[in-house]
């Protein structure tokens, strides 16, 4: 006993009495939590940022609804343990280092429930009202004097100012003029928060879900399934809903003296099943270390996390942080990782030996991230800037939105693109032509895996992680010329070669001599999904890259907001019966041009039983995979409002419509591809021929350097 005391006495705040320990661990209400104690409570700096989603609040909100009316026969709700950190009992300031989400979520909760009063001007509010306002602004602010309140908790350092000023502003509100003016203010002030940060844009939401919950359930009564019986019930539901929440909920406050046992604690609480992300965990291992360097690490972590934030938000290439931070290792060593033991284990192996290298960990991690956030708004790139010639920097931009649309389809081709942001620093200007040609070799690649050969994702990875491995980890210059290299390596056994030539399953390749040159002859095939596919981001995937080929710079000429939004649009419709019945054709038409134009080159393909012809339909016109409707010559990738906006009319008024200004059109119109002609079945094998062979005539011999 006397041994678990004095474990105890070294990490929980405790005050001696009469030679025994006191602990200062204490079941409290929210409105004694919150209001009492240390003045001011504070998120460290270098926790995740607010991430409940819209379930968590509503479940949270929905406890409140069931104590306050009595669902569960509950008169209280227990919302866990918060850990705090506390040296003295005079201390103004605690940092909570475990239960941000709830008193984020309890902060925007008690603002909307005060703020509820204004809804319906008609609310008559007895005097008593007003003290229960009053025990809220105990809990939220600080009155310093002078009428100057400040806020008592600080959030994280990404959604910090908006909270604080979102509650400070509030307070304000006094009538239902005011009430208008808050919302248009903080609409105003938070939108620009929205477009950059996940977080905020959380928080935004939560605030907006916790409106509708109030209206819908203090004044509508919608759980019930029946409206308030009178509007005079109104205001005695909003106060008693307050009261629920300040004194029916309860919590275990428990004051830690050291900040760095929470690992200790944290750790312990994941095994009985409250889940860590793998970050947090790295984290906690990295603070745990006697580095001597703590407030460093504490605010690199910060730093990483809001990185991480504006990765989701502005790249959603990843899902979170946890894919990148997975996608990170998986690309160092080029090999599957089983379990989260092995990702702590590498860490720790490979970083936390030392502070230097627990450095190099985050300076590397946070370039990276940076760049891949830097793809979304490339007018912001420090990378493109690094190229002072026009047409180069023009081509650079060209090339990031083709490998940005590129990764959004097909996230397997990040692991390559991060093992060569390892060993080549984009912020170092001797490598940025190393970095662009690498990367317009990855891509080669990976097109020819991904949508010419239509590989299996798990088997791409699967070969990614060999060539990581095996190659580019022993030997990362060769980047610039992947496909050359692996395929001309003189030094390599000769079943070492066959391996290579299974990897890239190379076999519709010809090598010629020495220094090998491509041939792509598989464009004409039946299951040849660089003509042919029903899949509308391998369709556009293919225009993109035909258009990057022929002429790079109209693809820079729109924004990174209409690329976001391109659909993908058939000139010649699906549903083609209203507007297109004269412009039906039969498979012996087709078969017939097809022979006509090229008899030695498509005389295999003409052979195979392809159908050709439209398919007829009732309900659905969408299923014509094996027509000429999902050639790629017969396709745009289109702003999204034009594409709604023309929908399935003739081909005048579609033309009219793609050349119009203001909206995006991949390809643009030239050579074999113009638009401006009489579009019939004719056009589609002309167009799709011209794109097919433009891409395989060239871009598998293609560098960097040739496009042009």
């Not at 100057?148 to 304000?172: A, G, H, M």
């Not at 944290?266 to 409250?274: S, T, Y």
């Not at 011209?690 to 560098?703: A, G, M, N, Q």
Request: net charge negative; glycine share 4%; with cysteine.
């Amino acid at each position: 006993m006397q041994f678990s005391q004095e474990i105890t006495k070294q990490f929980i705040y405790n005050s001696i009495i009469d030679g025994n320990p006191q602990y200062d661990i204490k079941p409290k209400n929210i409105y004694d939590f919150l209001s009492t104690g240390s003045k001011f409570k504070r998120i460290p700096e270098y926790q995740r940022p607010y991430s409940w989603e819209k379930k968590h609040l509503l479940d949270f909100l929905n406890d409140a609804l069931n104590v306050f009316t009595n669902d569960n026969q509950r008169n209280n709700w227990f919302l866990g343990s918060i850990y705090v950190t506390k040296q003295s009992s005079s201390d103004d300031v605690s940092y909570v280092l475990d239960g941000q989400q709830r008193l984020t979520t309890l902060q925007i909760i008690l603002v909307e429930v005060i703020l509820s009063r204004f809804y319906d001007n008609s609310l008559v509010f007895k005097d008593d009202f007003e003290h229960t306002i009053h025990q809220i602004r105990d809990c939220l602010l600080v009155n310093e004097g002078a009428g100057n309140y400040v806020p008592r908790f600080s959030s994280d350092k990404i959604t910090n100012d908006f909270l604080q000023n979102y509650i400070q502003e509030s307070i304000k509100v006094k009538s239902f003029d005011d009430y208008n003016t808050f919302y248009d203010d903080f609409e105003s002030k938070i939108g620009g928060g929205i477009s950059k940060s996940n977080s905020v844009n959380t928080l935004y939401n939560n605030i907006k879900y916790t409106t509708t919950f109030i209206k819908e359930q203090l004044f509508e009564n919608k759980s019930k399934n029946q409206f308030i019986e009178s509007i005079d019930l109104i205001p005695e539901r909003i106060s008693f809903f307050i009261k629920t929440i300040l004194y029916s909920f309860w919590l275990i406050e428990i004051p830690l003296i050291q900040e760095s046992i929470s690992v200790e604690i944290f750790e312990g609480l994941n095994n009985r099943g409250k889940p860590l992300s793998l970050l947090d965990k790295l984290q906690f291992r990295s603070l745990s270390k006697k580095f001597g360097k703590q407030s460093e690490i504490k605010s690199n972590w910060g730093g990483l996390y809001e990185l991480s934030d504006k990765l989701k938000r502005n790249s959603n290439l990843f899902k979170n942080e946890e894919d990148f931070i997975q996608s990170f290792f998986l690309s160092l060593l080029g090999k599957e990782i089983s379990s989260e033991a092995e990702y702590i284990e590498i860490f720790e192996n490979r970083y936390l030996t030392d502070f230097e290298k627990l450095t190099s960990f985050f300076v590397e991690v946070k370039r990276i991230m940076t760049f891949f956030i830097s793809l979304n708004s490339l007018d912001d790139s420090a990378f493109v800037e690094s190229f002072k010639d026009n047409n180069q920097k023009n081509k650079v931009k060209a090339t990031l939105i083709l490998l940005r649309k590129f990764l959004k389809t097909y996230k397997n081709t990040s692991y390559p693109i991060i093992n060569l942001l390892h060993h080549y620093d984009d912020n170092d200007e001797s490598n940025k032509y190393i970095i662009i040609q690498s990367l317009w070799s990855i891509l080669k690649l990976s097109y020819y895996k991904n949508i010419f050969e239509g590989q299996s994702p798990n088997d791409i990875r699967k070969d990614f992680n060999h060539l990581i491995y095996k190659y580019t980890n022993k030997n990362p210059e060769i980047y610039p010329k992947l496909l050359t290299e692996l395929l001309s390596k003189k030094e390599e056994e000769e079943e070492e070669q066959d391996e290579i030539h299974s990897l890239l399953k190379l076999n519709n390749i010809k090598i010629v001599g020495n220094n090998p040159t491509y041939n792509y002859n598989k464009q004409l095939e039946s299951n040849s999904s660089l003509l042919n596919t029903s899949d509308n981001g391998k369709s556009q995937l293919v225009l993109y890259l035909f258009s990057v080929l022929t002429n790079y710079k109209s693809v820079i000429s729109y924004t990174s907001a209409q690329h976001e939004k391109a659909d993908l649009e058939h000139i010649f419709p699906r549903a083609w019966k209203k507007h297109w019945m004269d412009k039906k054709y039969s498979k012996n038409e087709v078969v017939a041009y097809l022979e006509s134009i090229s008899k030695n080159k498509l005389k295999d393909f003409v052979d195979q039983s392809q159908e050709f012809e439209l398919k007829d339909y009732t309900s659905s016109p969408f299923i014509q995979d094996e027509t000429l409707i999902e050639w790629i010559g017969n396709k745009l990738a289109l702003s999204d409002w034009k594409n709604r906006k023309i929908s399935n009319r003739e081909f005048n008024h579609k033309k009219d419509q793609y050349l119009e200004g203001g909206n995006m059109l991949i390809p643009t119109s030239k050579g074999k591809t113009d638009l401006d002609v009489k579009f019939d079945f004719k056009t589609i094998i002309d167009r799709s021929l011209h794109i097919v062979d433009s891409i395989s005539e060239s871009y598998l011999k293609s560098t960097w350097d040739s496009i042009n």
